[in-house]
């Protein structure tokens, strides 16, 4: 007994001694410079969400989903959280990316100004000025919008700039609206100025497509299968911790980069995200299950007033699989 003892003991022992096996090192990054609809990323690694995935998750801001997606094609970043459009313009041409998780499937592109002055639907955009950035994704749809609206390009005046003119020019009295997104400049608007803004939604007007999603190299996918699995596992997961409780995912950025923001604009940011997870069809599933309709819409629209090569067309599955997402419950 003694020696039997004695036995499991030392076995004991080496093991208590043998090191913990390593996380895996995974570098995710995002679209742009944080801001709220980051929230669930940075709220999944301080909740040890990726951790007990095995992952060690690392999160670096992005220059623009072109960028991501190039970094992410050349595999300097394992994962990227882009425009999803942006991708496809990308993967057509032979970038080797896919998304593997369609997390906002509303569009957040959006005509904005300032509450008071009451711009509320497209016929109030009439003898108005409107703030562009020249061949960004917004503008690409915006005649789209204009022909569901029944808008004409001779109803208003536009000026156009970069992202920071644009925003200049509402916030300085230049324009009346600019192109973005509701979660994006409105909440950059507000910070700078303290004044609420109004967005007139795109896909309140029939504009369906999807916008931001996961994406990762094809041939990094099929080589790392289960970290794949484990990692939209953990994203999953932390995008649903983060809907229930915004403020502190919110927080959870600030606690990550103190230069991140403020929390107020950063909670109503990402609160403002949220709806546009899920349409009518996936309302009941978890994140990132995009429908096949949604996708296919997507194309066909991109491909009319996005750019987007014709031959996306033919095979709109070749841009996205659901294959790498938790099941519902698990």
């Known amino acids: ?93 032979g970038a080797p990316v896919v998304a593997t998780g369609v997390l906002l499937q509303t569009s957040p592109m959006s005509a904005m100004g300032f509450v008071d002055k009451n711009i509320r639907k497209p016929e109030d955009i009439k003898g108005k000025t409107v703030a562009i950035t020249p061949a960004d994704s917004m503008t690409q749809i915006w005649p789209l919008f204009l022909k569901k609206t029944g808008l004409k390009e001779s109803d208003f005046k536009t000026v156009a700039g970069d992202g920071q003119t644009k925003l200049n020019a509402v916030i300085n009295g230049q324009a009346d609206l600019l192109l973005g997104y509701v979660m994006d400049q409105s ?39 289960d970290l794949v699995r484990r990692f939209m596992s953990a994203t999953t997961k932390a995008v649903e911790a983060a809907e229930k409780e915004p403020k502190a995912a919110a927080q959870s950025i600030l606690d990550a980069n103190p230069k991140g923001g403020k929390i107020d604009t950063l909670t109503q940011g990402f609160e403002l995200t ?57």
């Open 1 to 93: 007994m003694k020696r039997w003892i004695g036995v499991v003991s030392a076995t004991l022992m080496v093991l208590a001694a043998m090191p913990a096996q390593a996380a895996d090192k995974v570098v995710l990054m995002l679209n742009w410079y944080v801001y709220g609809e980051h929230a669930p990323f940075y709220y999944g690694k301080a909740k040890g969400i990726y951790a007990a995935e095995g992952i060690d998750l690392e999160i670096q801001e992005g220059r623009g989903s072109a960028a991501t997606t190039q970094a992410v094609a050349a595999k300097t970043a394992d994962f990227g959280y882009v425009d999803v459009p942006t991708m496809m313009r990308a993967a057509i041409k």
């Open 187 to 225: 909440m950059k608007i507000k910070d700078a100025t303290g004044k609420d803004v109004y967005p007139i939604k795109f896909a309140d007007y029939g504009i369906n497509m999807v916008s931001s999603g996961i994406i990762a190299n094809t041939d990094y996918v099929k080589a790392n299968a």
């Open 274 to 330: 949220i709806p546009l997870y899920r349409t009518a069809e996936t309302k009941s599933k978890r994140p990132f299950q995009v429908t096949d309709q949604n996708m296919t819409e997507t194309v066909n629209l991109l491909v009319e007033y996005g750019g987007l090569d014709a031959k996306a067309k033919e095979n709109p599955k070749a841009f996205y699989t659901n294959d790498y997402l938790p099941k519902s419950g698990s």
